[in-house]
């Protein structure tokens, strides 16, 4: 690779979501020229960068075309052409996360193989090609029915609890997972670069929407005993190294009501469970990707302050142009930052943004978190 500070160095951000937008700030920071492709022509990421291209990322020329003449390319969302990023690859471009972990990322099967063939304490699970087989592995203590390709935000997963939840389940290859008794949910960003440094942030605790399976809110340190926060903490070190990263890897958890830690899944780019960051912490998780993907020292990862971090997501029952309700009051509470999509379309449960609180005591952030949750909408006049 060119020197980074030696050249303009040309970086291709696969898509233009909402995390492909805020990895647009460190790109200024550093003076790196961002790329982004995607399929819509308003996407968050749009009017923040000129060298926007329309295309289709599950398209093998597409994504060719994209990427041939850049000095590296990375991703926000982890579903696209694979064959693309190997050629690039092939050819000189520096593509991070590399294709082969995106390669186990993309199917849930290849992930649990992958962690019990190195350890990695997980769900018991076993594969279905499909639903006759989901419905022979129905058990009295319930199962976790999840597509093995393409879900994300609790899309593809489905609990069956009993023979008669037969008609929710997909009939689609998939994993079959034992139903945990889930006392948390948490997550490790683990940050490795080239060289081969490795960097944890410390560990979020995630509150989920009950029903919709995607996150509601998070904060910032989650309540663990250090020896959970060390174990989690190794594990998120040892699947870096394993898994050969290169970039930032979110690293989802459960802890069980026995106190076990287990994998729940990976990805291998900022995430959700990172946004808090920004504000929180030394160094933002969009930094540290960047800082990663160009081998470049890590940054550190302490926190300032405790945040809670709450996603905007589309209300319930309102779909069309967005108008957020609630937002200004917040804005005379010190710590409180807001942070918009620019998605001009609501749909229900829709990530439409999220507002970060960082105080010097957690409760007050939690309870000012409390407030946003009830008072902060996504809405659309047409229902
Ligand atoms: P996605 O990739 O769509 O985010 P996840 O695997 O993270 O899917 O599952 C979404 C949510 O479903 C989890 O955050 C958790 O609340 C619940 N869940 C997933 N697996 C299990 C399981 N084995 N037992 C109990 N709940 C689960």
Known sequence: MRQFFEKDIHLGILKGGQLGRMLLQPCMNYGIVPHIMDIDPHS??????????????????DIYNFGKDLDSLTLEFEHV????????????????????LIE??????????????????TAAYR?????????????????????????YDGKGVVILESSEDICKAFDEPSIIEEKIEIEKEISILVARNTS??????????????????MLDYLFSPAALSPQQQAEADILAKTLAEKLQLVGLLAVEMFVTGQGRILVNEIAPRPHNSGHHTIEANATSQFEQHIRAIFNLPL??????????????????????????RGIRPFLEISGVYVHRYGKRITRPYRKMGHITVV???????????????????AISCQK
């Not at 279905?128 to 999840?146: D, F, L, W, Y």
């Not at 940054?299 to 967005?322: C, D, K, L, R, Y």
């Not at 957690?362 to 978190?369: F, N, V």
């Open 44 to 61: 968050p990421a749009w009017a923040y960068c000129r060298n926007f291209v329309i295309g289709d990322a599950h398209a093998f020329e």
């Open 81 to 100: 052409n694979l064959e693309s990023l190997k050629k690039l690859q092939s050819e000189g471009v520096n593509v991070y996360p590399r294709p082969e």
């Open 104 to 121: 186990i990322v993309q199917d849930k099967g290849l992930q649990k193989q992958f962690y019990e063939e190195n350890g990695i304490p």
């Open 127 to 151: 594969i279905a090609a499909n639903r006759k087989e989901v419905e022979r592995a129905i058990s009295p203590c319930g199962i976790v029915q999840k597509k093995r390709v393409a879900g």
């Open 196 to 213: 081969g440094q490795i960097e944890t942030f410390p560990p979020v605790e995630m509150v989920f929407h009950q029903g919709a399976n």
């Open 299 to 324: 940054g550190s990862t302490g926190f300032h302050s405790p945040a809670v971090m709450v996603n905007i997501v589309g209300e319930p029952g309102h779909e069309g142009p967005v108008i957020y």
């Open 359 to 377: 105080r010097q005591c957690l409760d007050d952030a939690l309870k000012i978190a409390t407030q946003i949750r009830a008072e902060v909408k």
